[in-house]
């Protein structure tokens, strides 16, 4: 397959999972806040009107991944950056999150409740989707690569983390536990904030050109060791920019002709990105 192939299928399949974002967190806000209104707790309908604000980010992670497919003679290294760009701001809004659930539970209303297994019923439906949808996107953000599809999967753990706070405050309120509600609180929000740390972090340090990781300086050295033209590796580095890698090679090559080396380089280059697919650009320095 190409490299024009890799990156349409690339942005067709994170474009189809953003998509489904947006159902997911359109249906659960709609089931929290009906959820809510019904069995009278007011943490489940705030819980909702929180899924709302998931919502608006799993849309600007759709405009995100449409805008960094666009390439244009002002851009021409691409748009990929978009993506690191929208999961910075999805980092923030997991932050938010994480400080709303402290708010709600230690400074807002006590929860109070009509019906306690309408709650329970929207509070499971809520964990196993956001769980089990999570842990799929997860999965294809890392085989797409895709920094904005990881930093969405974040986000609606952090939605599951939120349902598991909700669920705690209901039953350890039920049973008159003040205590135990506050601590659960405290170990999720603990998690929330270490997960957007990460994206956070990530996102950074794509966006400053930080150099590109072991794994992928690794992967290269192996392709290379294996390469009967490649005499010499002087040096690997490179940067991230979205999905995508560029990377560029310093090699001492089996020939003494300039002719035959520059070839040996067009050949190397094509060889690497034919075999690493998420490798946009490949540059060889040669001797």
Request: glycine share 6%; proline share 1%; no cysteine.
């Amino acid at each position: 397959m190409t490299t024009d192939s890799n990156r349409i299928l690339n942005y067709q399949t994170k474009k189809k999972i953003s998509l489904y974002s947006i159902l997911v967190n359109t249906f659960l806000s709609v089931l929290k806040i009906v959820g809510g209104k019904f069995s009278g707790s007011a943490a489940l309908t705030a819980d909702g009107v929180h899924s709302l604000s998931d919502l608006a980010a799993s849309f600007s992670v759709y405009i995100g991944i449409l805008i960094s497919n666009k390439k244009s003679k002002r851009f021409p290294f691409g748009l990929y950056k978009v993506e690191n760009l929208v999961a910075l701001i999805s980092a923030f809004a997991i932050f938010f999150a994480g400080y709303e659930i402290v708010k709600d539970v230690f400074f807002g209303k006590p929860i109070e409740m009509k019906n306690l297994y309408i709650a329970l019923g929207v509070i499971v439906i809520t964990v196993l989707t956001t769980y089990i949808y999570a842990k799929y996107e997860e999965n294809m953000a890392e085989k797409l690569n895709s920094p904005i599809l990881k930093a969405d999967a974040a986000h609606i753990k952090a939605d599951f983390y939120t349902a598991l706070v909700v669920l705690a405050g209901i039953l350890f309120k039920y049973y008159g536990i003040e205590w135990g509600e506050k601590a659960a609180v405290l170990i999720v929000v603990f998690f929330i904030f270490h997960s957007g740390y990460e994206i956070l972090k990530d996102a950074v340090m794509v966006l400053l050109d930080a150099a590109i990781d072991d794994e992928t300086i690794a992967q290269v050295e192996e392709i290379l060791k294996n390469d009967k033209r490649v005499n010499r590796v002087i040096r690997i580095s490179g940067r991230n920019s979205g999905s995508f890698k560029f990377l560029q090679l310093d090699l001492d090559l089996k020939t003494e002709s300039l002719f035959e080396a520059h070839e040996l380089a067009h050949q190397i280059e094509d060889d690497i990105i034919k075999k690493m697919p998420f490798v946009e650009k490949v540059v060889v320095h040669y001797e």
